[in-house]
């Protein structure tokens, strides 16, 4: 079986990087470390949470407000590069029972009130760096210590995304691209062989080498992943 280029790139290329961060922070008493991916200065969706030490008992609660809080830091991060204090803010007229609930987690365990780090990095990518329930004040030399290596989380991303484009690119063949490229325009799959002058038989081997080599459980998958890595352009048909 083929192996998934883009997980081997993501594994190798920049979770040393938040390993870095993540013993810095510990270093530092921070108790909750949190990253999350902004919009960037071309005015491209970000990647939301890439990284957090949340407990496991209430990541799938607090993921929840992912949306909401990634909104609110691309705001407040817009024109600064200084850190600033920070603590997630209710923003709905009338919360949900749920969201109250996920609210009062987050506020009770100081997840996301503490430091926050602006990430304005090179290659248009914008992120934030949050130090939760930080039991001690630092210095600027900390401060400038925790900048540098959270830009490096941010370039390393960057870079592993432009090596697993540029890898699965290389390696998926024409024929496999026109099939996810027909597949995303919502095309009836039934004429993709006529249209390419395959058999049926040929396309779906192309469809599933695809999902191979993108490490893909279905052809929708394999879709979202070659959109993220820019193969494919996320058009309308």
């Known amino acids: 079986m083929a192996n998934s280029v883009f997980a081997d790139l993501q594994a190798n290329n920049f979770v040393s990087s938040y390993l870095e961060l993540s013993e810095i922070a510990a270093r530092?008493?921070?108790?909750?470390?949190?990253?999350?991916?902004?919009?960037?200065?071309?005015?491209?969706?970000?990647?939301?949470?890439?990284?957090?030490?949340?407990?496991?008992?209430?990541?799938?609660?607090?993921?929840?407000?992912?949306?909401?809080?990634?909104?609110?830091?691309?705001?407040?991060?817009?024109?600064t590069v200084l850190p600033f204090d920070w603590e997630f803010e209710q923003c709905w007229a009338a919360p949900t029972d749920e969201q109250r609930h996920n609210l009062d987690i987050v506020r009770e365990t100081g997840l996301l009130s503490g430091l926050v780090i602006p990430v304005h990095g090179g290659h248009f990518r914008k992120g934030a760096v949050i130090l939760g329930r930080m039991q001690r004040s630092l210095n600027q030399q900390e401060i400038m210590t925790l900048q540098a290596v959270s830009l490096r989380v941010f370039e390393g991303r960057?870079?592993?995304?432009?090596?697993?484009?540029?890898?699965?690119?290389?390696?998926?063949?024409?024929?496999?691209?026109?099939?996810?490229d027909w597949i995303a325009?919502?095309?009836?799959?039934?004429?993709?062989?006529?249209?390419?002058?395959?058999?049926?038989?040929?396309?779906?081997?192309?469809?599933?080498?695809?999902?191979?080599?993108?490490?893909?459980?279905?052809?929708?998958?394999?879709i979202a992943k070659a959109i993220a890595l820019g193969i494919l352009e996320n058009t309308p048909s």
């Not at 960057?158 to 996810?180: G, P, S």
């Open 28 to 79: 530092y008493k921070c108790q909750y470390l949190t990253v999350f991916g902004l919009s960037s200065t071309a005015g491209k969706p970000g990647n939301a949470l890439l990284f957090s030490n949340w407990p496991p008992g209430m990541s799938a609660s607090v993921s929840s407000l992912v949306p909401e809080i990634v909104s609110q830091l691309d705001r407040e991060t817009e024109n």
């Open 158 to 180: 960057f870079i592993a995304e432009i090596e697993a484009q540029k890898e699965v690119k290389d390696r998926l063949t024409a024929n496999e691209q026109k099939c996810l």
């Open 185 to 222: 325009r919502g095309k009836p799959i039934q004429q993709l062989g006529e249209h390419l002058g395959l058999s049926e038989h040929t396309t779906r081997i192309c469809i599933d080498s695809a999902c191979s080599k993108l490490g893909a459980s279905s052809s929708t998958h394999a």
